[in-house]
């Protein structure tokens, strides 16, 4: 058994550096293609190795898809809000440090999570109860917040209201496999990288060095950030790390852009740590990789400690992986023409967008990018085309 754990485990790391490493394909996806097939797969397998093998599918791809998304601008539901700082110190030479930055926020992240289970266990049920009927009035308060503090808060409003729009047409459209795809590399994808290749810009040499430029007190409050935004999603249905890292943001003051990956980068790993805990403690299973090991294995005590082991296990492979590749990617993107690079990234987009969801993919890919414009071209933070993702949550609770 403990060998068919440790293939499991080898497995889902080597199947996480694929997925984290290739834009388009989402953990998600391939827990649920494993779902499909675990008729067949159980004959063979318990199903505590694949539980086993999803963790540590997913753990891996949460640190490997850093890179698509500083590099190339290809984001994902988890850090679509670090594409912006990501791609500010690609153009400053410093992509592998911001890798490094973001990476050490998901660890720590991580880390901080494990440690902070038996406090999440012994207050969830008491905190839910609380909370339940204020949830959705707590959102609103911080969406509000966050827009009036907006020196152009009519343009914030607008956007957070025109992409919300977008995001409740997008979630009605039946039958559309990977709404998230298109709706959000539009929005904060190919509008950026349309920016990019308007400005002329050209990839300078990337710095290569083992120090980690990130104060201890950054760090610090975006771990704080976090570890609230963390305990906060988990109550409310449809709330994921993305929204997480706009509630932390509004949360913690002055966080600047390297905070801001730590914070994106620990959100990540937390939101999936807390997701399996809220699954063991009240049968909510929020995250889709959680959803799916719900259905193979019923967790007990011994189950539930063996997958945050692994969860320990992989998270601390990944992290030299990470850093590996990421020295690969520096040495690759200078060598390249970096519009061509643009078009060949938004060209893989649109094909990745039409296989996913056909020519409505397209549809929406076109309309989330003329939306993702409006943010560079006022002047406004692009946090508030989260609205995406938050305001058909809120219309959900109320209507």
């Not at 902070?116 to 008491?126: E, G, N, Q, S, V």
Request: with cysteine; aromatic share 12%.
């Amino acid at each position: 058994m403990i060998v068919e754990i440790m293939i499991a485990l080898a497995l889902g790391v080597i199947i996480g550096i694929v997925t984290g490493l290739t834009p388009g394909i989402h953990v998600n996806l391939v827990g649920t293609s494993l779902f499909a097939l675990s008729p067949f797969l159980l004959n063979y397998l318990e199903p505590l190795s694949l539980a086993v093998f999803i963790i540590s599918l997913s753990v891996t791809h949460s640190f490997l898809d850093t890179i698509p998304s500083i590099y190339l601008g290809a984001p994902e539901n988890e850090n679509a809000l670090s594409i912006l700082p990501g791609q500010k110190m690609l153009l400053q030479g410093k992509a592998h440090q911001a890798v490094k930055i973001t990476i050490l926020g998901t660890y720590i992240g991580m880390i901080v999570a494990i440690i902070l289970i038996p406090l999440f266990m012994f207050t969830a049920k008491i905190i839910f109860d609380f909370l339940k009927p204020y949830l959705v009035y707590l959102l609103i308060t911080l969406m509000t917040y966050m827009i009036l503090k907006e020196s152009k808060k009519y343009w914030s409003f607008f956007l957070f209201m025109i992409s919300g729009t977008l995001g409740i047409l997008v979630f009605s459209i039946p039958n559309l496999n990977e709404p998230l795809f298109p709706l959000l590399s539009g929005l904060f994808g190919v509008s950026g990288l349309m920016i990019s290749y308007f400005e002329n810009t050209n990839i300078p040499k990337q710095e290569i060095t083992s120090i980690i430029r990130l104060k201890t007190k950054e760090l610090a409050k975006a771990i704080l950030g976090s570890s609230i935004a963390v305990f906060f999603i988990q109550f409310f249905p449809g709330l994921g790390p993305a929204q997480g890292a706009v509630i932390s943001s509004q949360i913690i003051k002055d966080v600047k852009d390297r905070g801001y990956l730590a914070l994106v980068g620990a959100m990540g790993t937390m939101s999936v740590v807390f997701s399996l805990v809220t699954f063991y403690v009240l049968g909510k299973a929020k995250d889709g990789t959680i959803v799916v090991i719900s259905k193979l294995l019923e967790i007990n005590l011994n189950y539930f400690l063996i997958l945050i082991l692994v969860f320990l296990v992989a998270g601390s492979i990944s992290v030299f992986l990470t850093l590996w590749f990421s020295k690969k990617f520096s040495d690759l993107i200078v060598k390249v023409n970096y519009k061509a690079l643009i078009i060949t990234i938004i060209s893989f987009i649109f094909i990745m967008s039409i296989l996913l969801n056909g020519w409505i993919g397209i549809i929406v890919l076109l309309t989330a990018t003329a939306i993702g414009l409006i943010a560079p071209l006022k002047c406004i933070g692009r946090n508030h085309a989260m609205g995406c993702l938050i305001l058909p949550v809120i219309m959900y609770f109320i209507l």
